[in-house]
């Protein structure tokens, strides 16, 4: 019999399952493992949130939508956009409801990409866009950030820009990042657009985490930016609504007519339940993720703390609910081998850095997206396999 896999596209050979999803499953079966592995909140959806995806049950919206969305939830995630970060888009031709952030992600991508076509990417950086990059038979351009705090500097964004020339279609960043931490302040944002408003290329601003910010407010990119800016959000983390898939992606009008293209084949439209609840959450829940925030708050202090004090190099977080932490001269520098000792030896699971590139290399990533509880017993096993190195 023929073996059809040889028939596949060939990009699909080029991508692989992201080692942080490969990692968690290896680690799994482990005797009383604590996974401090995945980035998703531990926290359950708002009550009353639930409670509108309840009763849109019962009202029987169990249809399509159109392929934008529903004109409530884009009215609300306009809205909701201009008050939380004073940046306003038109919910009729510039606002599109996708499956989560991560269909944003590809829509947006495989909506610009062409064969021969070069994408930047701050590294360390999420591993969810390489392999959309690949698929449309492009090339990411990794900037390695590690020297500079893991804040992209405008010099070396201007630098790279000049040395791959017209073949750069596109930048992506991704702030508070996935996986430091780290976000950027309104002065650090400026700076990037005064670099990125002198060259035609895209800016694909992945915001996920924008209501997770904990000594300033978030800046998007798009207020100094907004007609090169693909910004992409959602309500997974802000409102621990992972499961429910909503995401948005906000645009001038003319990109969103290209990308609602792409949008359309991919998935039709996000599903009409999730939507409604999104609703409710964008509106009476506008401030929902402070209550989480605070709480966040903590743990990082702790986690950072704790780390700091194990003789981890941290560089401290400002957002999200991620500790990247370079490993100990003592330990195995080697992350993928450290982390599977780690589990192995003390039944504690944490992300190899070069998961998320080359530039992640000797460091690790805790997400304390946990209870307070769990991260005692967490930093407890990491004290102990740290120390008797």
């Not at 909140?41 to 399509?64: C, L, M, R, W």
């Not at 957002?319 to 599977?340: H, R, T």
Request: aromatic residues 10%.
């Amino acid at each position: 019999m023929t073996d059809l896999t040889k028939r596949f596209n060939k990009q699909v050979d080029k991508i692989a399952v992201s080692l942080i999803r490969q990692f968690d499953e290896r680690v799994s079966d482990i005797p009383n493992i604590l996974k401090l592995t995945l980035g998703e909140p531990d926290f359950n959806t708002p009550e009353h949130v639930k409670q509108a995806g309840s009763k849109a049950i019962e009202d029987n919206f169990s249809h399509y939508t159109g392929m934008a969305g529903l004109p409530d939830i884009r009215q609300a995630a306009s809205q909701f956009l201009e008050e939380k970060y004073n940046v306003s888009y038109d919910w009729q031709s510039e606002v599109l409801v996708t499956v989560g952030a991560t269909e944003a992600i590809s829509a947006s991508l495989l909506g610009i990409l062409e064969a021969g076509d070069k994408i930047l990417l701050p590294s360390p950086i999420y591993p969810g866009y390489e392999p959309i990059i690949t698929l449309a038979g492009a090339e990411p351009v990794y900037i390695d950030t590690s020297d500079n705090g893991f804040v992209l500097a405008p010099d070396a964004l201007e630098a790279s820009l000049n040395e791959h020339g017209e073949a750069v279609k596109a930048v992506i960043l991704n702030y508070p990042s996935n996986p430091t931490g780290v976000t950027y302040s309104r002065e650090e944002v400026q700076a990037l657009a005064e670099v990125l408003k002198k060259y035609p290329v895209f800016v694909i601003s992945d915001e996920i985490y924008s209501e997770l910010t904990y000594d300033e407010d978030h800046v998007s990119i798009a207020e100094y930016l907004r007609e090169q800016t693909i910004l992409i959000n959602g309500l997974s983390k802000s409102h621990a609504m992972t499961g429910w898939r909503i995401g948005f992606i906000y645009a001038p009008k003319e990109l969103t007519k290209e990308i609602i293209k792409v949008h359309q084949y991919l998935v039709t439209a996000a599903a009409t339940v999730s939507q409604k609840a999104a609703v409710r959450a964008l509106v009476e829940g506008i401030n929902d993720a402070q209550v989480m925030k605070k709480e966040y708050q903590k743990r990082r202090d702790f986690v950072y703390d704790k780390m700091s004090s194990f003789g981890f190099d941290v560089a401290k977080p400002s957002g999200a609910f991620y500790i990247f932490a370079k490993i100990p001269a003592n330990c195995l520098q080697d992350s993928m081998e450290f982390c599977v000792e780690l589990a192995q030896k003390e039944a504690l699971a944490v992300i190899p850095g070069i998961a998320f590139g080359d530039a992640g290399e000797g460091y690790i990533r805790i997400s304390y997206a946990a209870s307070l509880e769990s991260l005692t017993e967490a930093m407890a096993r990491m004290e102990r396999y740290v120390t008797a190195k």
